[in-house]
Nanobody
Framework: QVQLVESGGGLVQAGGSLRLSCAAS????????VGWFRQAPGKERESVAA????????AYADSVKGRFTISRDNAKNTVYLQMNSLKPEDTAVYYC?????????????WGQGTQVTVSS
């Protein structure tokens, strides 16, 4: 099993930036990739970005391309989500998940989530 802990959420004004972290522990050698998801009130959870541990292949939702950057530090077993030019519609609880592959974004294990609030 893989345990995931998110951090870095908070309140920011529109146009600002935040960096989220997702620290993985446990059987990380079995982990292929990590994805970031978000869920806004009253909406379904949606995928945001993903990255593979090995080759660093990335994928992004159209809504965040050019604004968000996903990266990883294999030595620290940590994945980051740098969020720039934030918009009020980015407000959501952000979750990281251990995923089977970045094409399907099928999750295996979830973190507890971190709140991101963007004020207008």
């Amino acid at each position: 099993q893989v345990q995931l802990v998110e951090s870095g959420g908070g309140l920011v004004q529109a146009g600002g930036s935040l960096r989220l972290s997702c620290a993985a522990s446990g059987r990380t050698f079995r982990s292929f990739a990590v994805g970031w998801f978000r869920q806004a009130p009253g909406k379904e959870r949606e995928s945001v970005a993903a990255i593979t541990w090995g080759s660093g292949i990335t994928a992004y939702a159209d809504s965040v391309k050019g604004r968000f950057t996903i990266s990883r530090d294999n030595a620290k077993n940590t994945v980051y989500l740098q969020m720039n030019s934030l918009k009020p519609e980015d407000t959501a609880v952000y979750y990281c998940a251990d995923i089977k592959d970045i094409s399907t974004m099928a999750p295996r294990y979830w973190g507890q989530g971190t709140q991101v609030t963007v004020s207008s």
